[in-house]
């Protein structure tokens, strides 16, 4: 995996549907990533959350979560990146 390891590494005080983004984001094992990269796990998610019927809705939201915790940042409509820690 290299590059994001130090994520792994951090002390998040994560639980639930952004401690499950994060996992994808670490298990994408890239800098920059797309929607459509992490949307491919929807039905995993929607496994681990069955009662959510926006699954993609609540991707985006802890995207923004991650954001304002300093770990993502957004370059452009749908694109985020790892910022490195």
Request: charged share 30%; hydrophobic share 35%.
């Amino acid at each position: 995996m290299g590059d994001l390891d130090f994520l792994k590494q951090r002390t998040f005080e994560f639980d639930g549907w952004t401690l499950d983004i994060l996992k994808i984001v670490i298990e994408l094992g890239e800098k920059d990533f797309s929607f459509g990269e992490i949307y491919a796990f929807e039905s995993s998610l929607k496994e681990k959350h069955p009662l959510n019927n926006n699954i993609q809705a609540q991707i985006r939201k802890q995207l923004q979560k991650l954001r304002k915790e300093g770990i993502l940042e957004f370059y452009e409509r749908g694109h985020y990146g790892v910022i490195y820690g």
